[in-house]
Nanobody, 125 residues
């Protein structure tokens, strides 16, 4: 049974930092691209960042470049999203997702097979 379990969300002040984690199980983690998406209230789910199966290549939305860093630990089946310089507009539920090598475009939700339940990130003053 595939499971993706996010953790690390919470309430943070503007300019602060958080590190999200996503623990994966039930599939061959090291064969999948991992992505982070987010969904603000009333908005569509949007791409944040992704990392290829080996951790060699990363991809990020323009809105988070220079502030968010994605990484993975294949030995422990975990992907991380280090977020710094947080802004109001980063407030959302953050989801991790797994994309197989034959998956679709990694910038779109349709490219991913498996999803976590999400973790709330709230940025306040």
């Amino acid at each position: 049974q595939v499971q993706l379990v996010e953790s690390g969300g919470g309430l943070v002040h503007i300019g602060g930092s958080l590190r999200l984690s996503c623990a994966a199980s039930g599939y061959t983690f090291s064969s999948y691209t991992m992505g982070w998406f987010r969904q603000a209230l009333g908005q569509e789910r949007e791409f944040v960042s992704a990392i290829d199966y080996s951790g060699t290549s990363t991809y990020s939305a323009d809105s988070v470049k220079g502030r968010f860093t994605i990484s993975r630990d294949n030995a422990n089946n975990t992907v991380y999203l280090q977020m710094s310089g947080l802004k109001f507009e980063d407030t959302a539920v953050y989801y991790c997702a797994a994309r197989p090598r034959w998956g679709g475009n990694l910038y779109y939700t349709s490219g991913y097979n498996y999803w976590g339940q999400g973790t709330q990130v709230t940025v306040s003053s």
